[in-house]
Protein backbone atom coordinates (compact mmCIF):
# COMPACT_ATOMS: atom_id res chain seq x y z
CA UNK A 1 0.00 0.00 0.00
CA UNK A 2 1.54 3.35 -0.63
CA UNK A 3 0.89 5.11 2.53
CA UNK A 4 3.12 2.66 3.55
CA UNK A 5 6.02 3.28 1.30
CA UNK A 6 9.01 5.76 1.44
CA UNK A 7 11.53 7.54 -0.32
CA UNK A 8 14.76 7.98 1.36
CA UNK A 9 15.85 11.81 1.48
CA UNK A 10 19.61 12.42 0.85
CA UNK A 11 20.59 13.28 4.79
CA UNK A 12 19.58 9.14 4.94
CA UNK A 13 15.82 10.50 6.39
CA UNK A 14 12.80 8.68 5.25
CA UNK A 15 9.64 10.64 3.45
CA UNK A 16 6.13 9.25 2.72
CA UNK A 17 5.67 8.05 -0.75
CA UNK A 18 2.31 10.14 -1.11
CA UNK A 19 1.34 13.54 1.13
CA UNK A 20 -1.70 15.30 1.78
CA UNK A 21 -1.74 19.12 -0.12
CA UNK A 22 -3.36 21.50 1.60
CA UNK A 23 -3.32 24.84 -0.15
CA UNK A 24 -6.67 26.70 -0.41
CA UNK A 25 -7.76 24.90 2.50
CA UNK A 26 -8.73 27.35 4.70
CA UNK A 27 -7.53 27.49 8.22
CA UNK A 28 -10.86 27.20 9.82
CA UNK A 29 -11.53 23.64 7.65
CA UNK A 30 -8.09 22.17 7.48
CA UNK A 31 -7.74 20.65 11.04
CA UNK A 32 -10.64 18.74 10.26
CA UNK A 33 -9.01 17.18 6.87
CA UNK A 34 -5.88 16.50 8.74
CA UNK A 35 -7.54 14.45 10.67
CA UNK A 36 -9.47 12.40 8.56
CA UNK A 37 -6.14 12.21 6.39
CA UNK A 38 -4.57 10.81 9.54
CA UNK A 39 -7.48 8.52 9.82
CA UNK A 40 -7.34 7.10 6.42
CA UNK A 41 -3.45 6.28 7.10
CA UNK A 42 -1.58 9.50 5.46
CA UNK A 43 1.62 10.47 7.31
CA UNK A 44 2.93 12.73 5.24
CA UNK A 45 1.10 16.65 5.45
CA UNK A 46 2.00 19.61 3.49
CA UNK A 47 1.43 23.26 4.59
CA UNK A 48 3.03 26.52 3.69
CA UNK A 49 2.85 29.98 5.29
CA UNK A 50 1.70 31.69 2.22
CA UNK A 51 -1.12 29.36 2.64
CA UNK A 52 -2.30 30.72 5.84
CA UNK A 53 -3.31 27.60 7.52
CA UNK A 54 -0.19 26.63 9.22
CA UNK A 55 -2.49 26.94 12.94
CA UNK A 56 -5.08 24.59 11.77
CA UNK A 57 -2.56 22.27 10.43
CA UNK A 58 -0.94 22.29 13.22
CA UNK A 59 -4.19 21.69 15.64
CA UNK A 60 -5.12 18.87 13.39
CA UNK A 61 -1.71 17.32 13.94
CA UNK A 62 -1.79 17.45 17.64
CA UNK A 63 -5.53 16.37 17.88
CA UNK A 64 -5.22 13.54 15.31
CA UNK A 65 -4.76 9.67 16.90
CA UNK A 66 -0.95 9.68 15.71
CA UNK A 67 1.74 10.44 17.27
CA UNK A 68 4.42 13.37 16.52
CA UNK A 69 7.16 11.58 15.51
CA UNK A 70 4.95 9.13 13.36
CA UNK A 71 3.80 11.88 11.04
CA UNK A 72 6.09 14.00 8.54
CA UNK A 73 4.91 17.07 8.27
CA UNK A 74 6.37 20.22 5.41
CA UNK A 75 5.61 24.15 5.69
CA UNK A 76 7.78 26.72 2.97
CA UNK A 77 9.32 30.07 3.85
CA UNK A 78 7.01 32.55 1.78
CA UNK A 79 8.26 33.45 -1.45
CA UNK A 80 8.46 37.27 -0.71
CA UNK A 81 11.12 36.32 2.12
CA UNK A 82 14.51 36.98 0.76
CA UNK A 83 16.79 38.01 3.42
CA UNK A 84 18.28 35.85 6.74
CA UNK A 85 16.74 37.24 8.98
CA UNK A 86 13.26 37.93 7.54
CA UNK A 87 13.48 33.52 7.27
CA UNK A 88 14.82 33.25 10.90
CA UNK A 89 11.89 34.96 11.70
CA UNK A 90 9.64 33.09 9.52
CA UNK A 91 11.37 29.44 10.43
CA UNK A 92 10.16 30.37 14.10
CA UNK A 93 6.80 31.72 13.21
CA UNK A 94 5.98 28.26 11.61
CA UNK A 95 7.19 26.20 14.39
CA UNK A 96 5.12 28.38 16.94
CA UNK A 97 1.84 28.55 14.60
CA UNK A 98 1.68 24.98 14.02
CA UNK A 99 2.42 24.26 17.69
CA UNK A 100 5.59 22.14 17.32
CA UNK A 101 9.12 21.44 17.98
CA UNK A 102 10.05 20.64 14.47
CA UNK A 103 9.24 20.78 11.35
CA UNK A 104 10.19 17.69 9.46
CA UNK A 105 10.95 19.63 6.03
CA UNK A 106 11.19 23.01 5.20
CA UNK A 107 11.32 24.70 1.95
CA UNK A 108 12.22 27.92 -0.21
CA UNK A 109 8.84 28.72 -1.60
CA UNK A 110 9.70 29.76 -4.83
CA UNK A 111 13.22 31.80 -5.83
CA UNK A 112 11.34 34.93 -6.87
CA UNK A 113 8.46 36.61 -5.14
CA UNK A 114 5.12 35.60 -6.68
CA UNK A 115 4.13 38.72 -8.26
CA UNK A 116 7.91 38.20 -10.25
CA UNK A 117 7.22 34.58 -11.07
CA UNK A 118 8.93 34.25 -14.36
CA UNK A 119 10.89 37.08 -14.75
CA UNK A 120 14.06 37.40 -15.25
CA UNK A 121 15.20 38.69 -11.89
CA UNK A 122 16.43 35.20 -10.42
CA UNK A 123 17.21 36.54 -6.61
CA UNK A 124 20.36 34.74 -6.60
CA UNK A 125 22.58 36.43 -3.64
CA UNK A 126 18.90 36.93 -1.77
CA UNK A 127 18.02 33.16 -1.99
CA UNK A 128 21.51 32.10 -0.85
CA UNK A 129 20.80 34.04 2.49
CA UNK A 130 17.66 32.09 2.74
CA UNK A 131 19.58 29.05 2.70
CA UNK A 132 21.42 30.15 4.99
CA UNK A 133 18.92 30.37 7.75
CA UNK A 134 17.62 26.98 6.38
CA UNK A 135 20.57 25.56 7.09
CA UNK A 136 21.34 27.33 10.57
CA UNK A 137 17.73 26.05 12.04
CA UNK A 138 18.65 22.61 10.22
CA UNK A 139 21.93 22.25 12.05
CA UNK A 140 19.76 23.38 15.11
CA UNK A 141 17.44 20.98 15.07
CA UNK A 142 14.05 22.97 14.17
CA UNK A 143 13.97 21.48 10.61
CA UNK A 144 15.24 17.62 10.10
CA UNK A 145 15.18 18.21 6.03
CA UNK A 146 15.43 21.25 3.95
CA UNK A 147 14.72 22.08 0.59
CA UNK A 148 13.46 24.30 -2.32
CA UNK A 149 10.13 24.86 -4.42
CA UNK A 150 9.58 25.94 -8.08
CA UNK A 151 13.48 26.08 -8.35
CA UNK A 152 14.75 26.06 -11.81
CA UNK A 153 17.66 24.23 -13.37
CA UNK A 154 19.52 27.98 -12.38
CA UNK A 155 18.38 28.42 -9.19
CA UNK A 156 19.08 24.79 -7.99
CA UNK A 157 23.03 25.78 -9.07
CA UNK A 158 23.15 28.54 -7.33
CA UNK A 159 22.45 27.30 -4.31
CA UNK A 160 24.18 24.07 -5.41
CA UNK A 161 27.48 26.36 -5.49
CA UNK A 162 27.19 27.74 -1.87
CA UNK A 163 25.50 25.54 0.48
CA UNK A 164 27.18 23.39 3.16
CA UNK A 165 23.67 21.57 3.41
CA UNK A 166 22.88 20.54 -0.54
CA UNK A 167 19.21 20.60 -0.60
CA UNK A 168 16.71 17.50 -0.19
CA UNK A 169 13.68 18.11 -2.30
CA UNK A 170 12.59 20.61 -4.81
CA UNK A 171 8.76 20.84 -4.78
CA UNK A 172 7.15 21.69 -8.17
CA UNK A 173 4.39 21.59 -10.86
CA UNK A 174 4.76 18.21 -12.46
CA UNK A 175 1.17 16.44 -13.72
CA UNK A 176 0.14 14.87 -17.24
CA UNK A 177 0.04 17.52 -19.59
CA UNK A 178 2.88 19.63 -17.31
CA UNK A 179 6.12 17.41 -17.46
CA UNK A 180 9.19 19.39 -17.14
CA UNK A 181 11.39 16.08 -18.23
CA UNK A 182 14.95 17.54 -18.35
CA UNK A 183 14.40 19.36 -14.88
CA UNK A 184 12.92 16.33 -13.27
CA UNK A 185 15.67 14.55 -14.76
CA UNK A 186 18.86 17.04 -13.59
CA UNK A 187 17.02 17.31 -9.99
CA UNK A 188 17.40 13.90 -9.44
CA UNK A 189 20.53 13.43 -10.72
CA UNK A 190 21.40 15.67 -8.13
CA UNK A 191 19.72 13.32 -5.70
CA UNK A 192 17.55 15.83 -5.02
CA UNK A 193 14.23 14.32 -4.56
CA UNK A 194 11.65 15.57 -6.87
CA UNK A 195 8.31 16.38 -5.13
CA UNK A 196 4.66 16.75 -7.50
CA UNK A 197 2.30 19.49 -6.62
CA UNK A 198 -1.29 19.82 -8.03
CA UNK A 199 -1.21 16.10 -9.72
CA UNK A 200 -4.05 17.15 -11.41
CA UNK A 201 -3.40 20.08 -12.85
CA UNK A 202 -5.65 22.05 -10.31
CA UNK A 203 -8.61 20.10 -10.99
CA UNK A 204 -7.98 20.58 -14.91
CA UNK A 205 -6.94 16.68 -15.90
CA UNK A 206 -10.72 15.88 -14.60
CA UNK A 207 -11.93 17.25 -18.04
CA UNK A 208 -9.41 15.92 -19.88
CA UNK A 209 -11.18 13.37 -22.17
CA UNK A 210 -8.26 11.23 -23.80
CA UNK A 211 -6.75 11.07 -19.53
CA UNK A 212 -10.23 10.19 -18.96
CA UNK A 213 -9.93 6.91 -21.83
CA UNK A 214 -6.59 5.79 -20.61
CA UNK A 215 -8.16 5.97 -16.69
CA UNK A 216 -10.75 3.72 -17.74
CA UNK A 217 -8.57 1.62 -19.81
CA UNK A 218 -7.24 0.61 -16.23
CA UNK A 219 -10.26 0.63 -14.23
CA UNK A 220 -9.26 3.32 -12.24
CA UNK A 221 -10.26 7.35 -11.75
CA UNK A 222 -8.39 10.12 -13.46
CA UNK A 223 -7.18 11.53 -10.07
CA UNK A 224 -5.65 7.48 -9.41
CA UNK A 225 -3.92 7.57 -12.58
CA UNK A 226 -2.59 11.71 -11.90
CA UNK A 227 -0.87 9.85 -8.60
CA UNK A 228 0.26 7.14 -10.27
CA UNK A 229 1.72 8.79 -13.37
CA UNK A 230 3.93 10.91 -10.80
CA UNK A 231 5.05 7.98 -8.79
CA UNK A 232 6.08 6.42 -11.97
CA UNK A 233 8.61 9.05 -12.87
CA UNK A 234 9.90 8.57 -9.32
CA UNK A 235 8.22 11.68 -7.83
CA UNK A 236 6.26 12.25 -4.78
CA UNK A 237 2.68 13.39 -5.60
CA UNK A 238 0.69 15.48 -2.96
CA UNK A 239 -2.37 15.37 -4.38
CA UNK A 240 -5.27 17.98 -2.48
CA UNK A 241 -8.59 17.12 -1.30
CA UNK A 242 -10.84 17.73 1.33
CA UNK A 243 -13.49 15.00 0.26
CA UNK A 244 -13.20 12.19 2.77
CA UNK A 245 -14.29 9.49 -0.09
CA UNK A 246 -11.09 11.03 -2.54
CA UNK A 247 -9.03 11.27 0.52
CA UNK A 248 -8.90 7.39 0.46
CA UNK A 249 -9.33 6.71 -3.42
CA UNK A 250 -6.28 8.98 -4.04
CA UNK A 251 -3.80 6.50 -1.97
CA UNK A 252 -5.43 3.46 -3.93
CA UNK A 253 -2.83 3.54 -6.81
CA UNK A 254 -1.52 -0.30 -6.60
CA UNK A 255 -1.82 -0.86 -10.23
CA UNK A 256 1.24 0.10 -13.06
CA UNK A 257 0.70 2.34 -16.21
CA UNK A 258 2.00 0.41 -19.51
CA UNK A 259 5.57 1.92 -20.72
CA UNK A 260 3.20 2.61 -23.87
CA UNK A 261 0.69 4.51 -22.13
CA UNK A 262 3.43 6.39 -19.82
CA UNK A 263 5.40 8.20 -23.06
CA UNK A 264 1.65 8.92 -24.67
CA UNK A 265 1.44 10.73 -21.20
CA UNK A 266 4.82 12.75 -20.82
CA UNK A 267 3.93 14.41 -24.08
CA UNK A 268 0.57 15.60 -23.47
Request: proline share 3%; hydrophobic share 40%.
Amino acid sequence: MILNEHYTLSNGMEIPKLGLGTWKIDDSDVAQTVREAIKVGYRHIDTAQAYENERGVGEGILTSSVKRDELFITSKVAAEIKSYDEAVASIDQSLEKLGLEFIDLMLIHCPQPWNEFGSDNRYFEENREVWRALEEAYEAGKLRAIGVSNFQQVDLENILSVCNVKPMANQILANITHTPLDLIQYTQEKGILVEAYSPLAHGDLLQNEKVAEIADKYGVSVAQLSVRFDLQLGLLPLPKTVTPKHLRTNTEVNFMISEEDMNYLKKM
